[in-house]
C-alpha cells in the first residue's frame, strides 16, 4: 500500500468555480500536513501548512485535515487561470523532517 | 524575497561520470534538503543535513550519493558514478525549522540527464 495517495488527473474546470483536491495516507504517524503548488519546470512551492486535524484558510485556500479518515484536501474558491498546476501533497511524522510526498495533481483553470 | 538557487539548470553527463549539483539556501536558513523527481513520478526525499553532518536520509542516498557544505553559502550534492536511472530533477530545499512550523522553501532544480 503506498502512504500517500492523490489522483494525479488532470482535473479541468471553468474560471470560478471551486476546486477541491484530495490525498489520502496510511501512515498514522504523520502529524504534519502541507499542499504545494508546482509550475511547470519549477520547485514546490508551498501553499497550506497545517499540524493535527482541523481547517485551515488563507485568502482563497483551505486546507482540511481529518485524521480519523486519514484524509487531506485543499480548497481553491474563485479558481483563476493563474491557479493552473500541479498541486502536491506531503505530510511527515513529527520526529523527522523528510517529506512524503503524493503525485500531483494536474489542474486546469478554464477561463 | 529571499530565495534557494541551483546551478546548473540542465546538466547532461555520460554513465559512470561524477556530477555535482550545486545550491544556495536562503542565508539564514542552517537546515538543507536534497530531493529528486524522476519523470512523471513523486517527489522523493533523499537527505537532510544540518551543522555539517547529515541528519537523515533515505535508502535511495546511497554510497553513490555524498553532500557538502563547502563554504559558507553553497550545499552540494555529489553522485560519484552516475547510473541511467539517476536521470531526474534534483530539487535543493532549506528551512530555518522554527518550532511551529517548518516551511521547506524549495529551489527551481536541476535537470540531470545521464546518457
Known amino acids: 500500500q503506498k502512504e500517500v495517495e492523490q489522483d494525479p488527473g488532470p482535473l479541468s474546470v471553468p474560471e470560478g468555480a471551486i476546486v477541491s483536491l484530495n490525498c489520502t495516507y496510511s501512515n498514522s504517524a504523520f502529524q504534519y500536513f502541507m499542499w504545494y503548488r508546482q509550475y511547470s519546470r519549477k520547485g514546490p512551492e508551498l501553499l497550506m501548512y497545517?499540524?493535527s486535524s482541523g481547517n485551515k484558510e488563507d485568502g482563497r485556500f483551505t486546507a482540511q485535515v481529518d485524521k480519523s479518515s486519514k484524509y487531506i484536501s485543499l480548497f481553491i474558491r474563485d479558481s483563476q487561470p493563474s491557479d493552473s498546476a500541479t498541486y502536491l501533497c506531503?505530510?511527515?511524522?513529527?520526529?523527522?523532517?523528510?517529506?512524503?510526498w503524493g503525485a500531483g495533481t494536474k489542474l486546469i483553470i478554464k477561463p | 524575497e529571499p530565495e534557494v538557487t541551483q546551478t546548473p539548470s540542465h546538466q547532461v553527463t555520460q554513465m559512470g561520470q561524477e556530477v555535482i549539483l550545486r545550491c544556495v539556501p536562503i542565508?539564514?536558513?542552517?537546515?538543507f534538503y536534497w530531493y529528486r523527481q524522476i519523470l512523471g513520478q513523486k517527489v522523493e526525499f533523499l537527505v537532510s543535513?544540518?551543522?555539517?553532518?547529515?541528519?537523515?536520509k533515505s535508502e535511495i542516498f546511497d554510497d553513490q550519493f555524498s553532500v557538502e557544505r563547502p563554504d559558507g553559502s553553497n550545499f552540494t550534492l555529489k553522485i560519484r558514478s552516475t547510473k541511467l536511472e539517476d536521470s531526474a530533477m534534483y530539487f535543493c530545499a532549506s528551512s530555518e525549522r522554527l518550532p511551529t512550523v517548518d516551511e521547506q522553501f524549495f529551489g527551481p532544480g536541476t535537470r540531470l540527464t545521464v546518457l
Open positions: 506531503a505530510m511527515r511524522v513529527g520526529s523527522n523532517y523528510q517529506l512524503i
Open positions: 542565508s539564514n536558513h542552517l537546515y
Open positions: 543535513f544540518y551543522n555539517n553532518e547529515i541528519s537523515e
Open positions: 497545517t499540524y
